[in-house]
């Protein structure tokens, strides 16, 4: 048996751009990938935490440093510029993987600058 769990996520992050005419996908500063181990490709999950859309789509790689994070294509339609989200990757893992299983969990600010980075989530007991 396997468990669908929490990979990683990316926490509060600004939407800094919606481009509607490109073809799909995040862009995602690749500081911000290197911090959060999301991986060019990757299915990702896009909570709006201002208006509670919640919508899939994949990961490409924007520029380091630039803390760019743009919606794309018809995602662009489900979000505003300056918007709060986030960023969230699941994985499956068996039972004895959950022995040494530890989500990334990235906080930024309102700038997408990375603040923290843990293996907790709020709430448990871990």
Excluded: W
């Amino acid at each position: 048996m396997t468990f669908d769990m929490l990979y990683s996520k990316i926490h509060r992050a600004t939407v800094t751009d919606a481009n509607l005419n490109y073809v799909g996908s995040i862009t995602v500063d690749e500081d911000l990938l290197d911090a959060s181990a999301l991986r060019v490709g990757q299915k990702v999950e896009i909570v709006n935490i201002n208006n509670g859309e919640r919508f899939s789509t994949y990961v490409i790689k924007g520029k380091r440093g630039s803390k760019e994070m743009c919606l794309n294509g018809a995602a662009a339609r489900k979000v505003e510029i300056g918007d709060k989200i986030i960023v969230i990757a699941y994985a499956s893992f068996n039972q004895d993987e959950l022995e040494t299983y530890k989500p990334i969990v990235v906080h930024v600010d309102d700038e997408n600058n990375i603040i923290e980075i843990t293996n907790e989530l709020i709430g448990s007991d871990n």
